[in-house]
């Protein structure tokens, strides 16, 4: 029997696995595993400044994101603080970009408002949907890569 996966429970695996990494803190798998995704380098360590977004595009060209050291720890943080996350620039309401300001990442089109150090989780505005955190690794040089994307990007079917 052939079974697809339907952009809801693609969302429904998505926030389950996000819930788990949560609960468990360590948990390795909190993003779709069977999708082939690209390790893209974002930036090294010694370019990353708290608060100071770096723009970038993942998976694709077409796909603007935003990384961001925070300066407190954070679900699926990187580096020695755990506090390098990076996410899909494009609101889940209806697409418009988010930008981040004051520990945030608000859209200024109907202000909805998502955690950054809570796995993107909204809590305010008209987003139902958490904003799609995008896992990062980093390598012994301290470049940071993009390997995944946790979540739907807004206005697809798939992510890659
Ligand atoms: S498009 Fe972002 S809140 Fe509507």
């Not at 954070?74 to 697409?95: E, N, Q």
Request: aromatic share 10%; proline share 6%; glycine share 10%.
């Amino acid at each position: 029997m052939t079974q697809t996966l339907t952009r809801r429970r693609f969302v429904q695996l998505t926030a389950a696995a996000t819930a788990l990494f949560a609960a468990g803190g360590k948990a390795q798998l909190w993003y779709a595993p069977s999708l082939t995704y690209p390790a893209v380098k974002v930036a090294n360590l010694s370019q990353v400044k708290t608060g100071q977004p770096i723009i970038f595009n993942y998976p694709d060209a077409s796909a603007p994101a935003i990384l961001v050291k925070l300066g407190r720890p954070a679900i699926g943080g990187v580096g020695k603080d755990r506090d390098i996350v990076a996410f899909s620039a494009l609101c889940t309401h209806m697409g418009c970009p988010v930008q981040y300001e004051k520990g945030r990442f608000i859209c200024r089109c109907h202000y909805s408002m998502f955690d950054p150090a809570k796995a993107g989780q909204t809590y305010q505005g008209l987003a139902s949907s958490w904003l799609p955190q995008i896992p990062l690794r980093i390598d012994g040089k301290g470049d940071i890569y993009a390997v995944a994307v946790a979540g739907l990007i807004w206005g697809r079917v798939k992510n890659v």
